[in-house]
């Protein structure tokens, strides 16, 4: 089983608005947990999307770089002042992955970064699928960076 | 159908080199094109591999980032030195993909620049997958994108 390929790329305005429609719809299809993973969040549109998700009582948490977290733009406050959890690295390495779980049965992955520059004018794409071979090990990576960026294992 | 998922996250130098092997076995595996599209390219290790896949008769195509063509340790030159044809976008946004396929018929995407930070430092992942509905599309835009970025449509 698999679900889509979603190409983002500057053809024309209505194609960009179509590819994050479609990102956005299966975003709004949670049932209870999302697990989002991404390296960097600065897209106001996709982070309320997500405060609207924990809103509604779906248990939201967020996983990003902790160099990114400064960058201009950047939404972490905006989830922070909604109450739902961000954990991040303090390496001088990044925490590069570009991916999210709904309800462990679904994953998305790609180069996709939730940037403004990356709906509106990057070369991008994002995979979805439902197969569990694919989703297993992304939840296995989620879980074991959740527990690595735990606060008490952050020391400065 | 699928093959694998590679989590390349430092754990262990063991485990890199284990995450690195494998992208590098899918690699020689290829019998007669190979495209890749990917931002950044400077890892030595895996320019290496597609030069020896040129050597031995495989139809080697690469498109990247055009301002990434200029950063520190770029395997750009070495590909073109090689006779390889390289194709690259000239806009201030970004060609960010970080896909490639193999005879059509295997797909490998997700975060993972080619650099030696994705492979030694960076939490990355690559999915690896023959089913055709996955790869289909990413050929399509290889195919869009080859075409777009040919010398005679750049303009300065």
Redesign the interface.
């Known amino acids: 089983m698999?679900k889509s390929?979603i190409?983002l790329?500057?053809t024309s305005l209505a194609a960009v608005e179509t590819a994050l429609g479609d990102l956005i719809e299966v975003i709004r299809g949670t049932k209870k947990t999302i697990d989002v993973c991404v390296?960097t969040i600065s897209c106001r549109d996709l982070a309320q999307e997500l405060v609207n998700l924990h809103e509604n009582g779906v248990v939201v948490r967020i996983i990003t770089d902790g160099e990114s977290i400064n960058a201009m733009g950047s939404q972490i406050g905006t989830f922070r002042s909604a109450g739902i959890q961000v954990r991040h690295?303090r390496?001088?390495?990044?925490?590069?992955?570009?991916?999210v779980l709904i309800d462990n049965a679904v994953v998305i992955?790609?180069?996709?970064n939730w940037t403004m520059?990356?709906v509106t004018?990057?070369?991008?794409?994002l995979?979805i699928?439902n197969?569990m071979?694919?989703c297993n090990?992304?939840e296995?990576?989620f879980t074991?960076?959740w527990a690595l960026y735990a606060p008490i294992n952050l020391t400065n």
């Open positions: 698999w390929v190409i790329s500057v390296f690295n390496s001088s390495f990044f925490m590069h992955h570009k991916f992955n790609g180069s996709f520059q990356a004018g990057n070369h991008e794409n995979l699928t197969n071979n694919i090990p992304y296995e990576e074991k960076l």
